[in-house]
């Protein structure tokens, strides 16, 4: 789902008496929610435990440089710093993807190959 398909259900969220809209789908999925009278944007995407990966720039996601092996899986365990992939640019040139904390890699939700955005989440660590 697109960060702007977010913003909508997140807006939405607000207009109801709903606290918390969950959706899940093979595995992958969110959750907002409305605490406290916080704004849903405050709380978005799962829970307060996951840390979204997000890409550095707009390109081509890979798992990995050539050659070389994928470490990113669902259930492995990611240090702060630790390049989970690469985004390939249209330059030609490769921005590594890294761990932002700690955690165990808990949902991936692209494939490799897939185009992607600046700032679009590409995987959820669970701290």
């Given at each position: 789902?697109?960060?702007?398909?977010?913003?909508?259900?997140?807006s939405?969220?607000?207009?109801?008496?709903?606290v918390e809209?969950?959706?899940?789908?093979?595995?992958?999925?969110?959750?907002l929610?409305?605490?406290?009278?916080?704004?849903?944007?405050?709380?978005?995407?799962?829970?307060?435990?996951?840390?979204?990966?997000?890409?550095?720039?707009?390109?081509?996601?890979?798992?990995?440089?050539p050659?070389?092996?994928?470490?990113?899986e669902?259930?492995?365990?990611?240090?702060?710093?630790?390049?989970?992939?690469?985004i390939?640019?249209a330059?030609?040139?490769?921005?590594?993807?890294?761990a932002?904390?700690?955690?165990?890699i808990?949902?991936?939700?692209?494939?490799?190959?897939?185009?992607?955005?600046?700032?679009?989440p590409?995987l959820?660590?669970?701290?």
């Open positions: 789902m697109k960060t702007e398909e977010l913003q909508k259900v997140m939405w969220l607000q207009t109801t008496d709903l809209v969950s959706y899940n789908q093979d595995k992958k999925g969110f959750s929610c409305l605490a406290d009278g916080t704004p849903a944007a405050s709380c978005a995407l799962p829970a307060s435990r996951y840390i979204p990966v997000s890409a550095p720039c707009v390109g081509v996601f890979q798992w990995s440089e050659g070389r092996p994928r470490k990113a669902e259930g492995a365990l990611a240090a702060e710093g630790d390049i989970l992939g690469i390939e640019t330059k030609g040139k490769s921005a590594p993807v890294k932002p904390a700690d955690g165990r808990a949902h991936l939700l692209v494939e490799g190959g897939a185009a992607v955005e600046f700032g679009q590409l959820f660590l669970e701290s």
